[in-house]
């Protein structure tokens, strides 16, 4: 095991796109973040110059699933430990990293 030296990033995001609607038929991250999203906000953090200050991850199960009565996906930022559902698509995500950034 080997420590990785690097600088810390200001942000990190790591977004859901968990599907498992093939194993128990439930809502999933997936359906409101998809994977499509995740590479869109990759590039939008490259085009701004933010990918070395602001990072960003898809993860598996966050473990705040959407219920039937939720309308979006999960994610959750860093340093904060904010958590989020109900999120739908690349803006809403956006948002979250500019707010994210506006609290810093």
């Given amino acids: 095991m080997q420590n990785i030296n690097f600088t810390k990033p200001r942000l990190h995001l ?3 796109v968990n599907d498992r ?10 359906q409101y973040i998809t994977e ?20 960003c991850t898809k993860t598996g199960c966050l473990g705040f699933c ?13 340093p ?4 989020v559902k109900n999120i739908q698509g690349v803006d809403e995500l956006k948002k979250l990293i500019i707010e994210g950034i506006n609290k810093l």
């Fill in 66 to 78: 959407p219920s039937k009565e939720d309308r979006g996906g999960v994610s959750v930022i860093y």
């Fill in 36 to 55: 499509e999203d995740f590479r869109k906000i990759k590039s939008w953090l490259i085009k701004e110059g933010l990918s070395s200050t602001i990072y």
């Fill in 80 to 83: 904060s430990g904010r958590f």
């Fill in 14 to 16: 790591f977004i859901c």
């Fill in 21 to 30: 609607s093939k194993t128990n038929g439930k809502p999933s991250c997936c």
